[in-house]
Structure formats: C-alpha cells, structure tokens
C-alpha cells in the first residue's frame, strides 16, 4: 500500500519541527528534507528491495529433501521464494513472472494462504477408483511396460491414489483436458520415462473418445516422434518427441541408443527444438541418462570433430546438466508465447535398484516387490539430489523469468519400489538361462507399469494446469 501523500499544511509543520529541533546547520536541514521526500517517493520498492534481502540472507536454496514444488506465477508452495541476487556462476537473476499463466482456473485474487502443496502427501489405498483405466483397453501403451501381459501376477499396484496432506487432488477429468486442448498441441519431450508418462495421458485421454475412428494414433519411422489425434476436438495431439538429453547427442536414435560413451553437443537445443515449434502444452524431462559418472561430455564443435581432443571437453555432471536446462529455458523464451501457452518439467523419476537402501539384505532391487516403502524420509541412493538442486539454483536465478511449472514426482515415487516393470516387459533380448535363475540380475527397476505411477504424475500434471 503506497503512504498516503502529506498536504502542505501537514509537510509544512513537519518541516518545522525538524528545523526547531535540530538546530543544525541549513545544509543539514535540505539532507533531512531529501531523505524526507525520499521516503515518500520510494519507500515501497526501499521495502520490497529490502524484504528481499532479507530473505535471500535466511535462504538460498530450498531443501530438495522436503516434498515441494515451484509454480513461478506465485513464487511456490510455501517454499522460500526469493531468488538470490547472483547464482553461483555470475549471472544475473531476472525478474519473476508476474502474468497470469494460460489454462489455469484459480481466482488471481485467491488466498496464497489456502494453496496446497500436492507433491507433499502418502499414498492410499483406492480400490474403487484405482487403476483409471485398465491395461487392455489401451491399446497405446509400449510393450516395454505393460505389466499384466507380460506376465505379472499380482495388480495391487495399481491400487493406489495419492493424497496430498492438506487437500484432494481434483479428479482427472478426460473430456475437460480434451475441450481444453481443443486444436492444440500437448507434447512431451525427453527419454523413455517421458514416453511413459505420455502413452498414460493418452490412455487416459482415449477412454473419453469411445470411437475408435475419432482418434488415430501415428509413429514416424525412427520412432522418435508419436502423435494421438482426437479429431472430434479440432485435431488435438498429444505428442511425444525422443530427446533423451534435450540436446543433440550421439543417443538421439529412438530405437538403437545403447550407448556408454554418451555426449552432447553445445549449444545445439534447435536441433530438435525445431520441432517442437507451435506447441501449447510442452512437458520436458531428462535426468537418468546424465547419470553415467561424477563427470560428462560436451562436444563444442561439429560432430566431425568428435573423435579430436580439442573439441570434446569433460565437464561435471552437475555442470552438462545445468548448461542443458538453461538452453531448454532459452528456447521456451525464444519460441512460446508465455501468455497463451505452458512449460512443466518432471523432476528426476527414481529407481530401486539397490534393495539395502530400504533396509533389506544387500544384492536385490525391485524384483519381486509388492509393497511400498512407507519411511516418508526416504531417499534412495540412486537419486542425486546435487542434479535437483541445479534445478533449483537456476529456477531461482536466471531462469525465473519464465513460467514453468515444476512436477516434483520424486518423493512420491521414491516411495514405489512395487511399480517398476521389473521382468514384466518385453525384453530386448531373452534372458540367459543363468539370467532365468536369478531373475533379480535383468529386472528392469527404471521404468513404470502401465496403469501405474504415471497415471499420478499425470494426475498432478492436470491439476497444476488448472489449478496452479
């Protein structure tokens, strides 16, 4: 609230009075009177610079341990908001967005106070309304997580709901998305979790268009782009593009990308950007395939150069990482119009590959796990909370100007050691007999069954749209 202005008699007085108690000198008089004016003319942005700083000086990250997310329209979920003055490297930060984001329900007038962290919660269990859809009604979902036809026996899994502690998650609701994305395009981009994460939306999606010939389902030949239409809704997609590191990198083939030696290349996110022009909803993830060492490689020339010394550095993972979501932050700024379309990005999706983090005998993993962890501390050591918090530093530095909506699925998913596909998949080549007698040594306890964890990521993807 601006100080109401003073009259004349009012200033008058004052002036006055000062000048009859100090008994100073003229010049110290017209000091007085500046700093006076001063005060009136700029006093609330002197607050607000002033409660900034403070904050900054009791927070500059926010703890990746707490279950939190970050919404930039409203500077978080309860979360210290402020962003320091310089992040580590130098650079400036820049203003915060101040617009009202696109999609979204909420009263801007709403009281922050009455707003609910949804990433904070436990699971439930949900036997009526869980799983949203089933397995073979959906004829969209990869083979490489779909659980049931492969075999597993037990579908408790899909049981479950989750709950956020201080308020319900509104129901996801098919035909409302779809009015929404009327005409539009909603694409995910990233690696096989994304593509996880985006054949559960379409399933989702499908059961509300229950002519088959109303939707249609496309693949491009390298499989490295899939596009869902539903034609009743003016032609809209639901996409997905393979972009493992957002970048271009020597993994980009969607369907041979076993590679150990992984790099990117610098300043190369309009090698795939370009086709993600035009899009209204664009959902990013990439996490897992950075994780290969404490260091990586960037290659700062053509590709015809990588094999020469002076155009391959090596870097620290934390490093290659930032300078990736900074270049996907750059593009959104340079490519979406912020004030009709929408950024989210999922946080790092876990994996329970190592059975003694959640206090069983050492030398298993998700194999033959039916129950989840229930230590709401959890944190496995597969999860590297150095990547999270270069997230974090750059969503509250140079990169809070845009308007992204961070999905914080981590902490939730921690919790589901019972989800992973383990040796319910289709296999990319059959298992050895020694593999057979062990079946822990190829279980795969990266990716998620279908329904399952990812209909919850999507669950918390509709209503952050539109309930931000």
């Given amino acids: 609230m601006k100080a109401p ?4 008699s009012s ?8 000048a009859k108690k100090a008994r100073f000198s003229p010049l110290l008089l017209a000091l007085a009177l500046f700093l006076l004016c001063f005060s009136f003319l700029y006093g609330e942005d002197l607050k607000e610079l002033l409660g900034r700083q403070a904050q900054v000086a009791s927070s500059h990250l926010i703890d990746v341990n707490t279950n939190s997310s970050r919404n930039v329209n409203n500077g978080g979920d309860g979360q210290p908001a402020a962003p320091p003055p310089e992040v580590a490297d130098g650079r400036k930060t820049k203003r915060r967005w101040k617009g ?4 979204a329900l909420n009263d801007e007038d709403e009281d922050e106070d009455e707003e609910c962290d949804v990433f904070s919660g436990s699971w439930v269990r949900d036997d009526a309304g869980h799983p949203l859809y089933r397995e073979e009604d959906c004829p969209y979902i990869h083979p490489q997580v779909t659980c049931q036809a492969h075999g597993r026996p037990d579908a408790a899994y899909q049981r479950w709901r989750w709950q956020p502690h201080d308020c319900t998650l509104p129901a996801f609701d098919a035909a409302r998305l779809l009015e929404s994305l009327r005409g539009k395009r909603m694409l995910f981009v990233g690696d096989s979790l994304g593509r996880g994460q985006f054949a559960s939306m379409v ?3 499908q059961a509300a268009i229950p002519d088959a010939g109303a939707r249609s389902f496309w693949m491009s030949p390298d ?4 596009v869902f239409t539903a034609r009743d809704y003016d032609n809209a997609t639901v996409e997905f593009y393979w972009a493992p590191f957002l970048l271009e990198s020597n993994a980009d083939n969607a369907a041979v990308h076993r590679i150990s030696e992984r790099m990117v290349r610098r300043g190369s996110i309009g090698y795939h950007g370009r086709h993600w022009k035009g899009v209204d909803i664009v959902v990013f993830n990439t996490y897992l395939w950075w994780c290969t060492g404490l260091r990586f490689r960037i290659l700062d020339g053509p590709w015809e150069s990588a094999r020469t010394k002076e155009a391959v550095s090596w870097v620290s993972t934390e490093e290659a990482y930032g300078m990736a979501f900074r270049d996907m932050l750059q593009w959104v700024r340079d490519n979406m119009d912020l004030n009709t379309t929408r950024v989210f990005f999922t946080s790092m999706s876990p994996t329970h590959g ?5 206090g069983d005998a050492p030398g298993g993993n998700c194999y033959n796990e039916t129950a989840m962890i229930e230590d709401e501390g959890y944190w496995g050591s597969d999860g590297r909370r150095s990547v999270m918090r270069v997230i974090r530093e750059i969503l509250d530095g140079d990169g809070a100007d845009v308007p992204l909506t961070f999905l914080n699925i ?3 998913s921690m919790y589901r050691k019972d989800a992973h596909t ?5 296999q990319w080549s059959e298992p050895t007999p020694e593999q057979r007698a062990d079946p822990k040594t190829y279980a795969d306890c990266v990716h998620w069954c279908l329904p399952g964890l990812p209909d919850t990521w999507n669950e918390l993807l509709y209503s952050k749209l539109f309930y931000p």
């Avoid at 200033?11 to 000062?18: A, K, Q, R, Y």
């Avoid at 009202?100 to 999609?103: S, T």
């Fill in 5 to 8: 202005p003073l009259s004349s």
């Fill in 11 to 18: 200033g008058s007085t004052l002036c006055s009075s000062i």
């Fill in 100 to 103: 009202r984001l696109a999609f």
């Fill in 203 to 205: 399933c989702l999606l």
């Fill in 223 to 226: 499989q490295q782009h899939t």
């Fill in 354 to 358: 190592k059975s003694q983090d959640w």
């Fill in 410 to 412: 981590t902490q939730l």
């Fill in 422 to 426: 383990s040796i319910y998949k289709r």
